[in-house]
């Protein structure tokens, strides 16, 4: 049985339709002191598949409710799915006597999951946080099925080096195109200083591809550079459309054709599902 966390309701459903498996019916509700709650009360299956997206702390620990609620009501065998994974790039202590908010949080999430299901976390040692089996999925090949099919001689850029394997398996799939990537330097969580590829984007349309899109700054820089070389359209992908705040006016503000999304994060631009690469993850598993 599917069991949808508040941010992940559609993708759920999806994710139903592609494992043929009954979608459970759950309440969220808040206590007046603030406290989150999350119940299955239909609940009825041997396995849970617990999807939800931790955009959010509450979205944390309405995770963990869910998984001991689905204990709870008998669920012998427990698949946490964890589309987008929040605290992700907290992964490494940067300063003497800060936390790896990433492995406290795994950790967490590990404690009701038998088994755990990542969409292209932050980096792929973050399953090494989790006291439970971890599967990876790689959704950057389905962001190429929403663009559009006339691009002129198209170029896939990311906006570091260390997104370019994203990049490359767009123009895979899309099936055309050159790929280079952009040189960023982070200043600060919020600063950040990219400066132009060698590429030449003259009257080509441009692929900017990245593993996240939170608050569009780095994105929203890299469309003015590709702007001033005269490129012809520019499009922004990604697999995790967080768009956190002023995210969305900035890339509109900076002239994007469109922007490109998965269900990881459901948002007005998820114009693509990653349930088949789930449902493909959890079949092999219960194959193997």
Same mark, same amino acid.
């Given at each position: ?9 559609? /993708? %759920?459903?999806? *994710?139903? $339709?592609? @494992?043929?498996? +009954? =979608? ?118 389905? /962001? %190429?099925?929403? *663009?559009? $099919?006339? @691009?002129?001689? +198209? =170029? ?133």
């Amino acid at each position: 049985m599917i069991v949808p966390g508040a941010s992940s309701q559609a /993708l %759920a459903a999806a *994710l139903a $339709d592609e @494992l043929d498996e +009954p =979608l459970s019916a759950v309440e969220y509700d808040r206590f007046p002191d603030g406290e989150t709650f999350a119940a299955v009360p239909e609940f009825d299956a041997d396995r849970a598949v617990v999807v939800a997206t931790t955009d959010s702390n509450d979205a944390w620990i309405e995770l963990l409710q869910l998984q001991d609620a689905v204990r709870e009501a008998g669920a012998a065998e427990v698949v946490t799915v964890i589309p987008y994974m929040g605290y992700a790039r907290q992964d490494k202590a940067f300063e003497p006597g800060q936390p790896v908010s990433a492995r406290a949080v795994a950790k967490a999430a590990a404690t009701g999951a038998d088994r755990v299901v990542l969409v292209n976390p932050h980096e792929d040692s973050i399953a090494d946080f989790f006291d439970a089996h971890v599967t990876i999925c790689d959704a950057a090949g389905v /962001l %190429a099925e929403p *663009l559009p $099919d006339d @691009l002129v001689d +198209p =170029l896939f850029l990311s906006p570091d080096s260390g997104a370019v394997e994203l990049a490359e398996a767009t123009r895979d799939a899309y099936g055309t195109g050159e790929t280079d990537y952009f040189e960023k330097v982070r200043h600060s969580g919020t600063d950040v200083e990219i400066t132009p590829s060698d590429a030449e984007p003259a009257g080509r349309d441009v692929v900017i591809v990245d593993d996240i899109i939170a608050t569009g700054s780095t994105m929203s820089q890299a469309v003015g550079h590709l702007d001033k070389g005269g490129a012809a359209r520019v499009f922004a992908t990604c697999v995790h459309p967080l768009l956190a705040r002023d995210a969305r006016t900035k890339l509109e503000r900076a002239g994007i054709e469109r922007i490109v999304g998965t269900d990881t994060v459901e948002r007005d631009v998820s114009a693509v599902s990653v349930a088949p690469l789930i449902a493909a993850a959890i079949d092999a598993v219960d194959s193997a």
